[in-house]
């Protein structure tokens, strides 16, 4: 059973930058699409980046062109760097899976994830 630990919220002014990290355990980490979720107070959970074994992206329309997903294979690591954040960002943070186009399939247990907050 993989497990993930994401980490690196915090809270940033509009504009600011974060730069979220997942570790996850298992060595067929490198097999998988992986992904960043988010889901804020009072709102379903929704994918906003995702990244093929190849490291083929997609990512959310409300994201795009300010957040970029990358992975590290050798340390079990998915990343997500999150510059011109909006306060609209803000959310609890988690990786799990997802499909090569775009689409939610958490295949894993979640993690605890991390808090991101942008503040106006």
């Known amino acids: 059973q993989v497990q993930l630990v994401e980490s690196g919220g915090g809270l940033v002014q509009s504009g600011g930058s974060l730069r979220l990290s997942c570790a996850a355990s298992g060595s067929i980490f490198s097999l998988y699409t992986m992904g960043w979720y988010r889901q804020a107070p009072g709102k379903q959970r929704e994918l906003v980046a995702c990244i093929t074994s190849g490291s083929s992206t997609k990512y959310a329309d409300s994201v795009k062109g300010r957040f970029t997903i990358s992975r590290d294979n050798a340390k079990n690591t998915v990343y997500l760097q999150m510059n011109s954040l909006k306060p609209e960002d803000t959310a609890v943070y988690y990786c799990?899976?997802?499909?090569?186009?775009?689409?939610?399939?958490?295949?894993?247990?979640w993690g605890q994830g991390t808090q991101v907050t942008a503040s106006s």
């Open positions: 799990n899976t997802c499909l090569g186009d775009g689409s939610y399939l958490a295949l894993f247990s």
